[in-house]
């Protein structure tokens, strides 16, 4: 143990075994985890608890639950250990000659408009690895040990350089069997179409409407989806007809199996940002930036190509 202050910092093995009998809340799982035994387990958590001069476990009869002060040290010591983790893998790839870029990204974003085009920076920038996690919300940058996120809402990140792709724009569509049956070319025809909404944005067929001039508390009814991926595949197999961000549909839009119903977009107040860490320095983070700014400008004013 290393000293610091008046008291002792503990062994990574004890904050291993604290670590994995906290996630489990059971010391004999986590001493079949770590190939010890619960004996062990339990001893190293109680040393723990001396050198911090805290309590972390009830012990009730034959379980173990955390103590609240257990909880928080647990939620900040998993934080702590997955960034020692990626300080060694970065470690390794510096020693690899390569850079790593650990991205947090929006899974949706990822999958639809990123990675089918990510193969021309890889092609461009061969040292760099490239890691992608989800993450849906703001976090700290640094403490995660990101080195760029993409973002979609406000440029409302705290501590972060934000820099603006793309507004988003939401496009009604159909597949052209739903068109063709419910000739809902024209708004008038729309509202009596069976229509699909996304349950967080139960409101964005009666704003789309409401720019043509139609109001009715009926655009509420149709069919109710939790993830934009479903609303695609309902419009696709013609159950209904979506109001989609442009970008999420420019392969099916491109194919023909989606077409648009109206010219007229609905124009949110959201953007898609690049954010980064304020102050951070990053030859690669730079260079991945540019690359996204680059990219948006040449989408907006060419058709849709999956890079090879």
Not at 75 to 94: C, G, H, M, P, Y
Not at 240 to 255: D, F, H, N, S, T
Request: with cysteine.
């Amino acid at each position: 143990m290393q000293s610091v202050g008046h008291r002792k910092l503990p062994s990574y093995a004890l904050l291993r075994s604290f670590e994995c009998a906290a996630r489990r809340e059971s010391f004999t799982q986590a001493a079949e985890e770590l190939h010890l035994t619960q004996s062990a387990v339990s001893r190293q958590v109680k040393e723990l608890e001396e050198t911090i001069g805290v309590t972390m476990f009830r012990r009730v009869g034959r379980r173990v639950t955390l103590t609240e002060a257990g909880r928080r040290f647990s939620a900040d010591l998993a934080v702590d250990l997955e960034n020692l983790k990626q300080s060694v893998s970065r470690a390794i790839a510096a020693g690899e000659r390569n850079a790593t870029l650990r991205i947090g990204i929006l899974p949706t974003f990822a999958s639809r408009w990123l990675i089918p085009r990510l193969g021309t920076f890889l092609n461009d920038h061969p040292s760099v690895e490239i890691r992608l996690e989800t993450r849906t919300v703001p976090f700290d940058l640094t403490r995660e040990r990101f080195d760029l996120a993409i973002h979609f809402g406000k440029a409302n990140w705290p501590d972060a350089r934000m820099t603006k792709l793309f507004d988003e724009e939401m496009l009604p569509v159909a597949s052209p069997k739903f068109r063709d049956t419910y000739e809902a070319g024209e708004p008038a025809r729309l509202t009596e179409a069976p229509l699909l909404h996304l349950i967080t944005r139960e409101s964005a067929w009666i704003d789309w409407f409401a720019m043509k001039g139609t109001a009715d508390k009926r655009l509420l009814s149709g069919r109710h989806f939790d993830q934009f991926s479903m609303i695609i595949s309902a419009a696709v197999c013609s159950i209904g007809a979506a109001l989609l961000p442009r970008y999420l549909i420019e392969m099916e839009l491109e194919c023909g199996v989606l077409i648009p119903l109206s010219d007229t977009p609905l124009k949110t107040h959201n953007s898609y940002f690049a954010v980064s860490a304020a102050g951070d320095v990053n030859p690669q983070v730079n260079a991945f930036t540019r690359w996204l700014m680059s990219t948006t400008r040449r989408v907006s004013m060419t058709p849709f190509t999956p890079s090879s």
